[in-house]
């Protein structure tokens, strides 16, 4: 750990992936706000990027949540059958671009990355720069269910296939303090009833062991139990969901009061991480958990 990593206590935010289920990460902004906690840096994966892009660029929660109450995947997908997909992501992008025009993901009031994969190379994208809309689109691009979206000589899908929840992205950005939210920190998955299902399994299990070492690295973790909600449709349920992830964000954040307070004990526990050569008493990885 460098003296710089010592003393940085900007914030960063990592927003994961998880489909419908992302209203939840619209209460752990609401939370984080209550809390007066700002993020310097924001990041996505999949669902995470659509509500990182907006908050990115000042959209207010309550614009949000309403662009999200009524929202289900069947509402930002349209059929076109292809031999790479059954889907496209135009719908979602014409929503973006309601909202926030033909943004450029550089003039984000808030830095903002949003991760995709590379299908061809297999090597995590992470955007910067460049348009807005076509990045969120390829970030929850779903393998095997939409047409992967081509951007220059790449041919880009979900996010989440290198970094389901964007850790890493947002340490890269130059964040000191890192709070993740993980919308299947729960590691339990449905009783199969389909073949759609098998494969959704499968897949989520697949990532949830990356997941699981890229969280490491989160000072802060807020990891949802949603296992009872629906990946694709959770309109009747919004206001559950907003509150699962208001109230685990809530009780999560407490565990910062000290670092709101206080960077002092942010020194003191980085220091004895990194001189001491005996393991930390628990007490000082209050954000490890």
């Known amino acids: 750990m460098s003296i710089k990593k010592l003393f940085n206590t900007k914030v960063g935010l990592a927003l994961g992936g998880g489909g419908a289920k992302g209203v939840a990460h619209i209460g752990v902004l609401k939370a984080l706000e209550d809390a007066r906690v700002k993020p310097d840096y924001i990041a996505g994966t999949s669902v995470g990027a659509m509500v990182a892009a907006m908050y990115a660029f000042n959209v207010s929660i309550k614009t949000i949540a309403n662009v999200a109450r009524d929202l289900t995947l069947a509402q930002i997908t349209t059929f076109k059958l292809s031999k790479t997909g059954f889907f496209t992501a135009?719908?979602?992008?014409?929503?973006l671009i309601e909202y926030l025009g033909?943004?450029?993901i550089e003039d984000a009031v808030i830095p903002l990355a949003i991760v995709a994969t590379d299908l061809k190379t297999g090597e995590e994208v992470i955007f910067?720069?460049?348009p807005l809309a076509d990045a969120v689109c390829a970030s929850a691009s779903i393998p095997g269910?939409?047409?992967p979206l081509k951007m220059g000589e790449r041919t880009l899908v979900d996010g989440g296939i290198?970094?389901?929840?964007p850790v890493g992205a947002v340490k890269a950005?130059?964040?000191g303090v890192i709070i993740a939210s993980e919308l299947g920190g729960v590691g339990v998955y449905e009783e199969p009833k389909n073949v759609l299902d098998?494969?959704?399994n499968a897949f989520d299990i697949a990532l949830s062991h990356r997941t699981k070492e890229e969280v490491k690295e989160a000072d802060l973790l807020i990891a949802v139990d949603l296992r009872e909600f629906s990946i694709a449709d959770n309109t009747e349920r919004y206001d559950e969901l907003f509150t699962i992830g208001y109230d685990s964000a809530t009780k999560e954040l407490t565990k910062m009061a000290w670092y709101r307070k206080s960077n002092l004990l942010l020194y003191v526990?980085?220091?004895i991480c990194l001189l001491t050569p005996f393991k930390v008493p628990e007490f000082f990885k209050v954000g490890k958990n």
């Open 145 to 147: 269910v939409y047409i």
């Open 269 to 271: 526990w980085r220091i």
């Open 198 to 200: 098998v494969m959704r």
């Open 128 to 130: 910067t720069h460049g």
């Open 102 to 104: 033909e943004a450029k």
């Open 90 to 95: 135009d719908p979602l992008k014409e929503i």
């Open 173 to 175: 950005m130059g964040a």
């Open 162 to 165: 290198v970094q389901s929840v």
